[in-house]
């Protein structure tokens, strides 16, 4: 089955620390690949997206993501973390020839440290 | 602009009573989409509506229906909840069904 998976479910870091959260993807042939955030209590908020081009994508709050299609990977990441980063982070990806359906991993819960 | 819009923001039904969860998007977008949200599951897709006039299921459809009432509202409606359907109901919409969705601020449902 196409499926998209994030390897870690829950990471604590100090501020200050870099940041890497992994996504795989099983859908051959052309995706395109996204990271959400979802802040406590708030709604889905796009980070980044990748479409065909550059492979390092850079979104929002300094987040960037690295396209490595022959590992079916968009990890994200960012050099040094806040608090204010502390949320669920959710990798998804669209396979046009799957009639346009976003696909979500499972989520990774991020717990920044003070 | 107000985004995509969702009400209500919080709903308690009892088993086998009906409700509809309504969605609005200000931004001219094409498509539109449900999805609910349980802890470990990330989101998971009900039904969406790729263009107005349009409605296909996703993963998760039982037990719901959708009207696509024009190109900004999209709703959900719940014939008979059952409590497996408690979740957090979320609406987005995109320009096309390829491009970056924008989410609502979620309807959270329990149903006891």
């Known amino acids: 089955a196409q499926s998209v998976s994030q390897h870690n479910h829950h990471v604590i870091l100090s501020e200050a620390a870099s940041l890497e959260l992994g996504c795989n993807y099983s859908y051959g042939g052309t995706v395109n690949l996204f990271w959400y955030v979802q802040y406590p209590g708030q709604h889905l908020q796009l980070l980044l997206k990748?479409?065909?081009?550059?492979?390092l994508v850079k979104g929002i709050k300094g987040f960037e993501a690295e396209f490595i299609k022959s590992k079916f990977s968009f990890n994200l990441r960012k050099p040094s973390v806040q608090w204010s980063d502390t949320a669920e982070y959710f990798c998804a990806v669209i396979a046009p020839g799957n009639t346009g359906k976003l696909i979500f991993g499972q989520g990774t819960t991020l717990q920044v440290k003070p | 602009n107000a985004g995509v819009t969702q009400t209500p923001k919080f709903q308690v039904l009892k088993t086998g009573q009906s409700m509809t969860l309504q969605c609005a998007q200000d931004?001219?977008?094409?498509?539109m989409y449900w999805y609910r949200q349980d802890p470990g599951m990330g989101l998971r897709l009900i039904y969406y509506s790729a263009s107005e006039g349009t409605t296909d299921k996703g993963e998760v459809p039982n037990g719901y229906n959708v009207s696509r009432l024009n190109k900004r509202e999209f709703s959900l409606r719940l014939e008979s909840a059952a409590p497996s359907q408690t979740s957090v109901y979320f609406c987005?919409?995109?320009?096309?069904?390829?491009?970056?969705?924008?989410f609502g601020p979620g309807t959270r449902l329990t149903v006891t």
């Open positions: 931004m001219n977008h094409n498509s």
């Open positions: 987005a919409s995109s320009y096309g069904v390829i491009y970056e969705q924008y």
């Open positions: 990748y479409f065909s081009g550059d492979p």
